[in-house]
């Protein structure tokens, strides 16, 4: 089996199958954990993990699982053979990069109306193929349907895109928002509002 390592994290390394166009995410050991103990942990949060994506997969496009998660700590997914959003927007005209900031909202407004939680919803996350935005790691992802949670999902995009590409910000965050609330209007308000508090309390934790 032909395995390259395409990215390394402190929870996983992210392997490409290439001979079956298939991503292999394997959690890496720790050492200063018992070693039953570790593997038991491993297997939980892999399991949880592919669970998550095969719901958000149901809701968002998403690589789909190859293979039942947690039997060896490892999830087996479809590789998406598209472009890093992080490493691909900002050489986007403004239109389009308006254009993909509103889908995104749309989308992970359909996620969160579901009550998922990406967890780090960053552009990192998502791969570009043609004109469909996939998401992928939701190893930090869980359901909740507080309005806190999902506040903090937004907070984090608007980070990424504060971070990444400063250059056109405000005006995709807005592209994003008016995405965000086009699906239920009512319960996506509430999470937009619910921002508010989000960083006000992330700029009192800076001083």
Known sequence: MKQKIIAQGAEA?????????????DRIPKSYRIEKIDNKIRKS???????????AGKIISCPKLLSDPGQERMIHMEFINGKKLSEHLNTLSKKEQIKICEKIGREISELHEKNIIHGDLTTSNMILKKDKIYFIDFGLGYQNGKYEDKAVDIHLFKQALEAKHFKFHKDLFQSFKSGYQKINTTESK??????TAVEKRGRYKKH
Request: cysteine-free; aromatic content about 4%; charged content about 50%.
């Open 13 to 25: 390394i992210i392997f490409l199958d290439e001979e079956k166009n298939k991503i292999v995410k």
């Open 190 to 195: 509430k999470s937009i509002e619910r921002l």
């Open 45 to 55: 949060r892999t399991k949880a993990e592919g669970k998550l994506l095969e719901k």
